[in-house]
């Protein structure tokens, strides 16, 4: 079941229920315990959903939904004396924006769960918007109604929390019946105090037939929405469909307008107008995320796994590169394997170039019949990402390109007729601000792209970006394959001091909104996108030889390297290029670790 739809039906009709409530206090047809009261009472007619699934609960289960029932019902309680106070257009959307926050609070305490990244942007856009009206509407609000506000946003928290809990031990039908029963007993107990009896029976007595008539019709209405809103939580995490209630906000905008002839202008209207167009753009993006999430991914799917090689990395780990690289070919055998052109060893001196080691991985792959993707250009793999020689980082900015230009030009002739080269990589990610020398300026790359169209048109072109702050559009549209990096245990430059490695909040679906976006963006849904980089590997805060075993290990487990795979396949991705395997190599040969070896073996050799 889609949730969010429930969810988005459920909001129309609460709002357009919310704004009748505030049309009927408002001509004091009811005070609002009187209407909290039958409110509550109406909850005996859940009874006629029973033959639609109910079972018994255990004595637990019962306990929590009577409980919820309970909070729900005094929730409205608070909520009704704040619209009898203020204007309806001001106090929902505020208890809009802290009733999903208590919500988020107590679901990571009771429930121990928390928010996806795509979803927290979005519940964040959405409370953002209720916050917006907050601001704008402060001025106008009494101490006593921001009270009775507060009161109802935590009371709904709580009940939507303990809601959940009771959909997670039981059928939907037997919880919502007793959390309406809840409802039920706590009006009940209202009636042993005097002075309320008194107040809900002579209020009834002296309310026109008509005014009953409109109550009990809006409370019908109400209780529809009201069905649907613990349909969704019982789909979906309760902070996400609280957060969803925004949407009423929209709904109040207008028909408090023309309903209840409320007027707005000046810092009120832009806030109000402003914090629509929060609550839109989370909806849109909860939707999208909603929509990426239920993307099926097929089972059977054909995934290529393989890898990239570095020569320098090898070396830096004091391994022997020469015989790393053949264990790779014979034991791991890569369907294809990204190489790197390093222009600071191959052109040490201003036109003297010696390409001895690109030709010897690039012969011992053709050996194998293993495809190539060449790297060339200024900013390539491996830290610190940009690798020119001394005597280029002495010339001027025009001069530096052309002795690139040279270098990729030199490149391109030596290996475009090589039978296995499969793809070009220029540069290596280009516009994300990562390594020595920044960015590359898109002129430059795409001067680069063009020379190596012109000398090599048979083999497309790769450009590249980060996978969780590279925006991909720039990239995207300029390659003929499109990669991305895909990291999630990393070391921040700025806060690692702070807190150390941290790992990116972000679940597999954000990978699969972003490419959907970027291809909407481009305008081409056909295009490759790949994983050119996955995380397999450690990411230390200092070199890896300088690192301890103990900390390796910790910081990227064998157990992490099997959840990477998981977490990659759900990304729905077609090919991957794991990062790392001079380092599973030497953990094998140096460090008696050979799990990771083994890992990646048998991954490959699978697949």
């Not at 190489?339 to 201003?350: C, F, H, N, R």
């Not at 280029?392 to 290996?415: G, H, M, P, T």
């Amino acid at each position: 079941m889609n949730w969010l739809l429930i969810a988005f039906i459920a909001q129309i009709v609460l709002g357009t229920s919310a704004v009748f409530d505030k049309l009927l206090l408002k001509r004091k047809f009811f005070d609002p315990l009187v209407y909290t009261f039958w409110l509550g009472l109406l909850g005996i007619f859940s009874l006629i959903i029973l033959p639609f699934g109910f079972s018994s609960l255990e004595i637990g289960t019962i306990i929590t939904a009577l409980f919820a029932g309970a909070l729900f019902v005094l929730a409205m309680l608070f909520l009704f004396y704040a619209l009898d106070y203020s204007e309806a257009s001001s106090t929902l959307p505020i208890i809009g924006g802290f009733s999903p926050v208590f919500t988020l609070i107590i679901s990571y305490f009771l429930l121990g769960s928390f928010l996806g990244f795509g979803e927290f942007v979005s519940f964040c856009f959405l409370v953002l918007g209720g916050i917006v009206l907050f601001l704008v509407e402060k001025k106008e609000l009494r101490t006593l109604s921001f009270v009775l506000i507060l009161g109802s946003s935590l009371f709904f928290g709580l009940s939507n929390v303990l809601s959940k809990i009771v959909f997670q031990a039981g059928p939907f039908v037997s919880g919502f019946i007793w959390i309406k029963i809840g409802g039920v007993i706590f009006v009940l107990l209202l009636l042993l105090r005097k002075s309320f009896r008194q107040r809900i029976f002579s209020s009834t007595r002296q309310t026109k037939t008509t005014h009953h008539f409109l109550y009990f019709t809006n409370r019908a209405y109400a209780g529809l929405g009201s069905i649907l809103v613990y349909f969704a939580i019982s789909l979906a995490h309760p902070a996400l469909v609280d957060a969803t209630q925004s949407l009423k906000y929209i709904i109040i905008f207008f028909f408090a307008w023309i309903l209840l002839k409320e007027r707005f202008k000046g810092k009120i209207l832009t806030g109000k107008i402003i914090a629509t167009f929060f609550i839109a753009l989370g909806i849109l993006w909860l939707a999208l995320v909603n929509y990426s999430q239920n993307i099926p991914l097929d089972p059977k799917q054909n995934i290529e796994w393989n890898l990239t090689f570095s020569t320098k990395f090898s070396r830096q780990l004091g391994l022997d590169w020469q015989k790393n690289f053949e264990a790779i070919l014979d034991e791991i055998k890569p369907s294809k394997i990204r190489l790197v052109a390093y222009w600071d060893e191959i052109e040490k001196e201003p036109g003297q170039f010696d390409f001895s080691e690109t030709d010897w991985l690039i012969q011992k792959t053709q050996e194998k019949n293993i495809p190539v993707i060449l790297t060339v250009g200024l900013k390539v793999p491996r830290w610190p990402e940009c690798h020119e020689p001394k005597w280029a980082k002495l010339q001027n900015s025009n001069d530096k390109l052309q002795s690139i230009l040279i270098f990729i030009e030199k490149a391109v002739e030596r290996y475009k007729n090589y039978p296995n080269l499969y793809a070009w990589q220029v540069e290596n990610e280009p516009f994300l601000f990562f390594g020595e020398c920044g960015t590359i300026d898109k002129k430059i790359l795409d001067e680069e792209i063009s020379l190596v169209k012109s000398l090599d048109p048979e083999h497309p072109i790769l450009i590249t970006d980060g996978g969780e702050a590279g925006l991909w559009y720039k990239a995207a549209r300029r390659g003929d394959i499109f990669g991305t990096t895909m990291y999630r245990n990393v070391y921040p430059r700025f806060i690692g001091p702070i807190f150390g490695n941290i790992e990116y909040p972000i679940s597999p679906a954000f990978f699969r909104i972003k490419e959907k976006i970027t291809r909407f963006l481009i305008n081409d849904y056909s295009k490759r996108f790949i994983v050119i980089e996955l995380q397999a590997e450690p990411w230390s805060h200092v070199e890896l030889v300088k690192t301890p075993i103990e900390e390796q290990i910790k910081l990227f487990s064998p157990e992490y390297f099997k959840d990477t795979i998981r977490y990659a396949k759900e990304t729905g991705f077609d090919e991957y290029y794991l990062w790392g395997a001079e380092w599973w190599y030497w953990m094998k040969e140096n460090q008696d670790h050979p799990e990771y070896w083994e890992e990646a073996r048998d991954l490959l050799l699978t697949h």
